[in-house]
């Protein structure tokens, strides 16, 4: 039975100037702190930035890889996940992952997740 992860990858501020949805995403962001993706994974959270990085499709030809992560990503940010347990279901992993991303904006991070 697989676990889930949830990861942060920091992204280049770049995203916030040039990507009108993520800005409309996050009214919050003054500038200051990072802009960041959190995801979830039942890999490991190094493999999944691999995945995003490369434009990873799947063996049914569904590219996996977020664009924004993709064009964006510069490195995974273990500080702000490690003290979250591996989860059991797929569904709890996402509740998290939503959990995390919305704790991260009202803490000023822009935040991008699905």
């Known amino acids: ?12 501020k770049r995203v916030f100037t040039e990507n009108k949805r ?4 996050n ?26 990085k490369t434009g990873y499709v799947n063996t049914k030809g569904h590219n996996l890889s977020s664009s924004i992560v993709k064009k964006y990503g510069s490195y995974l940010r273990p500080s702000l996940y490690n003290h979250i347990e591996s989860i059991p279901t797929r569904a709890e992993a996402l509740k998290m992952e939503e959990q995390l991303a919305l704790e991260l904006r009202r803490k000023k ?6």
């Open 1 to 12: 039975m697989p676990k889930y992860h949830i990861y942060v990858i920091e992204l280049s």
């Open 27 to 52: 009214p919050q962001f003054n500038g200051v702190l990072e802009c960041l993706y959190v995801g979830m994974t039942s890999k490991t959270p190094k493999e999944r930035f691999e995945q995003h």
């Open 109 to 114: 991070y822009a935040v991008w997740f699905n």
């Open 22 to 25: 993520f800005r409309e995403a």
